[in-house]
């Protein structure tokens, strides 16, 4: 693996992380939407994040084409099946005949948690792209 794969391996993360954070913030963005443009309230998304394979044999045999290898990319994203929750408010617009609305499953407490750990794989990926920038900045030194 070269020099090049390694930030193109902290480049993906760096994407797929940031994905990861807007979508979080989406759903914080719209905990009290109780219509979409589908129908109903909002549900709470999640993204799935998948493993590019990066083993020893690819990697051989893979050398010439310069397919990229190892990383992560954003699979999917699901919507939670949870079960939305019913709040009594028999004067809003979307309430049903009993007086309940169906608000959005969106948990702040989950939400933040999980913004907060998006943030910090975000800043652990700096951090690696930091290290093999100062590597090559070293590596150039040595030519002096």
Do not use: C, W
């Amino acid at each position: 693996m070269g020099y090049l794969d390694s930030l193109n391996i902290t480049g993906s993360a760096l994407t797929a992380e940031r994905f990861r954070t807007d979508i979080i913030l989406q759903n914080l963005a719209n905990q009290n939407t109780t219509r979409t443009e589908e129908g109903g309230p909002y549900r709470r998304r999640q993204v799935v994040l998948r493993e590019r394979p990066l083993d020893f044999k690819s990697e051989l045999s893979q050398a010439y084409t310069k397919v990229q290898n190892g990383g992560v990319y954003v699979e999917e994203v699901v919507e939670s099946q949870n079960d939305l929750v019913p709040v009594y408010d028999p004067e809003h617009p979307d309430a049903n005949e009993e007086g309940y609305v169906m608000m959005p499953n969106v948990n702040n407490a989950e939400e933040m948690v999980d913004l907060m750990a998006a943030t910090r794989a975000y800043e652990a990926n700096v951090t690696a792209l930091n290290v093999a920038k100062a590597m090559a900045m070293k590596a150039l030194e040595i030519g002096k």
